[in-house]
Nanobody
């Protein structure tokens, strides 16, 4: 299984970025896909997740600013990040859980830096 993430970069406070993550290589269906982030010195935290039936959960810190979505095939997940703040600076990781498997698969991480 491979998860290929892209879309990070440097943006000014108040700006926007869109992250993408494409999953491939599994014969199982995806149960959920999501994004977590880890800032230096901090633990990895969940940012947003979307489940196979379409339910979405967000961390309180990003509600109203970030939107998670996916493509029709449900194998690519997006994270639209608006009104970015310096505290959103972190490495963002996508992950996927598959039906029939208990472990999560993780992408390689993409750096998001919010700075003026």
């Amino acid at each position: 299984v491979q998860l290929q993430a892209s879309g990070g970069g440097l943006v000014q406070p108040g700006g926007s970025l869109r992250l993408s993550c494409a999953a491939s290589g599994s014969r199982f269906s995806i149960r959920s896909m999501g994004w977590s982030r880890q800032a230096p010195g901090n633990q990895r935290e969940l940012v947003a997740v979307i489940f196979s039936a379409g339910r979405m959960n967000y961390a309180d810190s990003v509600k109203g600013r970030f939107t998670i979505s996916r493509d029709n095939a449900k194998t690519t997940v997006y994270l639209q990040m608006n009104s970015l703040k310096p505290e959103d600076t972190a490495v963002y990781y996508c992950n996927a859980y598959y039906y029939g498997q208990s472990n999560a698969y993780w992408g390689q991480g993409t750096q998001v830096t919010v700075s003026s």
